[in-house]
């Protein structure tokens, strides 16, 4: 594990505080108008997938997203296990749960990696794999937005991550 330089950090707090703006419900598209819900969501994804690597990258040495998320496991693996976990996130969990139960996710981007769904709620690896697999297929492999489902998939992964995020990161005294 490496310290966290202050570039680094800054990174972070603007990416997340950009996502924060979506769990929240205070961001607009241009000229002030509402953006589409699909979007709302992808584009809090995207800020959450950014400040995660950028944490991952800055505070584990490993060259992989796979590597790293192990160490963040090994550091904070039972996050999940707390009985006061918010109710959003909780069930954004339970959603990803069924959802992924249902049919696996796939590997969209054509490098036929393994099928992934969340196997246990508790699972902090597990999750983030999912919600990586997610986030990579929207961004390489063409997922649509105009599936229910994939929506489903890509909000739910959203305010998971997010909320993991955060834990995370008031944990490390990045955020209050």
Same mark, same amino acid.
């Given at each position: 594990m490496i310290?966290?330089?202050q570039f680094r950090k800054e990174i972070i707090k603007v990416w997340f505080n950009r996502a924060k703006k979506?769990?929240?419900g205070t961001i607009n598209g241009f000229g002030n108008q509402p953006i589409a819900t699909q979007l709302f969501y992808v584009d809090g994804l995207i800020y959450c997938t950014i400040t995660y690597e950028a944490y991952l990258f800055g505070m584990f040495a490993e060259k992989t997203v796979k590597n790293n998320r192990k160490n963040?496991?090994?550091?904070? +693996?039972?996050i999940l296990k707390d009985s006061n976990l918010p109710d959003d996130l909780k069930n954004a969990i339970n959603e990803l749960y069924k959802e992924t139960n249902i049919n696996h996710i796939k590997d969209? #981007? +054509?490098? #036929?990696?393994?099928?992934?769904?969340?196997?246990?709620?508790?699972?902090?690896?597990n999750i983030l794999d999912v919600i990586y697999r997610?986030? #990579?297929n929207l961004l390489h492999g063409g997922k649509e937005l105009s599936n229910d489902r994939?929506?489903?998939?890509?909000?739910y #992964?959203?305010?998971a991550l997010y909320r993991i995020l955060e834990i995370i990161l008031k944990h490390e005294g990045l955020i209050c």
């Open positions: 310290k966290l330089d979506h769990i929240n963040l496991d090994r550091k904070f +693996g039972n969209m #981007s +054509g490098r #036929s990696r393994r099928f992934v769904w969340v196997k246990n709620k508790d699972d902090l690896d997610i986030r #990579s994939n929506f489903k998939l890509i909000k #992964s959203f305010i």
